[in-house]
């Protein structure tokens, strides 16, 4: 059974940092790119952030370039997002899914953690 188990989510104020992390099972970990994504109401999802399998390639969506940081431990089988520099408008819930590569589909997803950036 696949499970990708969101966590790290919480309240920060505008310029603060919250570090994500997503443990998987279910599947050889090492051997799929990982990718976060957010989806605020009334918004789609959209990705913001991926990585390959073994670290060599990243990809930010612009309006988090310089600002989050994806990474992952093979060994722990987790996935990162280090996020700087908070704005009101990264408020979303965030979640991670599998990657067939660093900017290919995606997909499942988990339940996601909430993220809320206040003013």
């Known amino acids: 059974q696949v499970q990708l188990v969101e966590s790290g989510g919480g309240t920060v104020q505008a310029g603060g940092s919250l570090r994500l992390s997503c443990v998987v099972s279910?599947?050889?970990?090492?051997?799929?790119?990982m990718g976060w994504f957010r989806q605020a109401p009334g918004k789609e999802r959209e990705r913001v952030a991926s990585?390959?399998?073994?670290?060599?390639?990243?990809w930010y969506a612009d309006s988090v370039k310089g600002r989050f940081t994806i990474s992952r431990d093979n060994a722990k089988n987790t996935v990162y997002l280090q996020m700087n520099s908070l704005k009101p408008e990264d408020t979303a819930v965030y979640s991670c899914?599998?990657?067939?590569?660093?900017?290919?589909?995606?997909?499942?997803w988990g339940q996601g953690t909430q993220v809320t950036v206040s003013t």
């Open positions: 279910g599947r050889p970990f090492s051997e799929y790119a």
């Open positions: 899914a599998f990657g067939t590569s660093s900017i290919g589909t995606f997909g499942p």
């Open positions: 990585i390959s399998r073994f670290s060599d390639r990243t």
